[in-house]
């Protein structure tokens, strides 16, 4: 089996550094210009099915790089962005900073301290969630020898990578977000997973 993990394209929220999460945000030109451009870098990739988170940025972004294949588009809300909650549409750029939580900055930088906001999801909760999602892909035996590309978003795939590596709280960005439309290739054969390439982007 050959998972394609992708983060979708920029949005507006990206640019201007809102909090996301769960809103339904969709791509700006930007974000389209740089799923047309991977696109292009893997369009001789034999996809043979897509699994994508239902907001509308993954949807985009993985409809792009499929194009005009013939293959299933398979929502799950497993691989959905974390939730923030209530402070979702709320900007931590330092120069427009309106989130109550002072510390929210922790969710960057200092992860075993991170504040949950009210109604959100901890860092445990979305690893859980997209590991079970992993889990599942990776046990189906009529999967194994296909090609599947997995669009997903920021936190969500660095919690699925966190899974797949044992990573602890403490090191969950590791070296940091991957780029918007920034590709991760695993291979997984006889149960062993394997990260071949992690966080390309295809464009300078």
Request: proline letters at 3%; charged letters at 30%; hydrophobic letters at 35%.
């Amino acid at each position: 089996m050959q998972i394609y993990l992708i983060r979708h394209g920029e949005t507006d929220y990206n640019k201007s550094r809102r909090i996301q999460g769960q809103c339904d945000i969709e791509l700006n030109n930007c974000g389209r210009e740089l799923a047309k451009i991977t696109a292009q870098a893997l369009k001789d990739v034999s996809f043979d099915l897509v699994f994508t988170s239902p907001l509308k940025r993954a949807k985009e972004t993985a409809e792009i790089i499929v194009g005009d294949r013939q293959i299933p588009v398979i929502e799950d809300v497993r691989i959905r962005e974390i939730s923030f909650g209530e402070y979702e549409g709320l900007c931590c750029d330092p120069r427009n900073y309106n989130i109550p939580d002072k510390d929210f900055i922790n969710f960057f930088n200092d992860t075993v301290h991170y504040h949950v906001p009210p109604k959100g999801e901890s860092l445990k909760q979305v690893i859980d969630r997209t590991e079970n999602f992993f889990k599942e892909l990776v046990g189906k035996e009529e999967f194994a020898d296909k090609t599947i590309l997995v669009s997903t978003h920021g936190c969500a795939l660095k919690a699925m990578l966190a899974s797949i590596n044992h990573t602890p709280i403490a090191q969950f960005w590791g070296e940091g977000v991957h780029k918007n439309c920034a590709v991760t290739r695993i291979e997984v054969k006889a149960g062993i997973i394997e990260i071949l390439e992690e966080g390309k982007v295809y464009y300078s």
